[in-house]
């Protein structure tokens, strides 16, 4: 049981060898959000996969248009996560109704923008 507990806590805390960037320093870190029952990403790369399928991570250089269309063709939404360069749109573009509730949400619980000013709606 203690090996199960230290790997889910590398996984959870991201200790895991797997989160050690690479040393070319051209592969960003990415996660994927899809339904458990999605097939296998077809893309260069390493990949971990947790949640039974619905969380994956990618450590790729793949283009990040070419990801996100791959991942939302699977039925999911991507995130950069880590070492990327693309600071202002991290998260996948929103539906408009979709980003009209975020929207509402937000300023329901955070109503003078506090929280994580610009992170999710960079206006």
Known sequence: MENADQFWYSLREQTHHFFAADDDGEHVLW???LPSAAPALKLRG?????WGGAQRWLWTNEPED????????????LTQFRHG?????????????VHTIHRKLKAGF?????FNPRRLFPE
């Open 31 to 33: 996660r994927a959000s």
């Open 85 to 97: 360069t693309n600071r202002e749109n991290v998260f996948t573009k929103l539906a408009p109704a």
């Open 110 to 114: 955070d109503p003078v923008g506090i």
């Open 46 to 50: 390493k990949s971990l996969i947790e």
């Open 66 to 77: 070419y990801l996100r269309d791959i991942v939302q063709a699977a039925g999911g939404h």
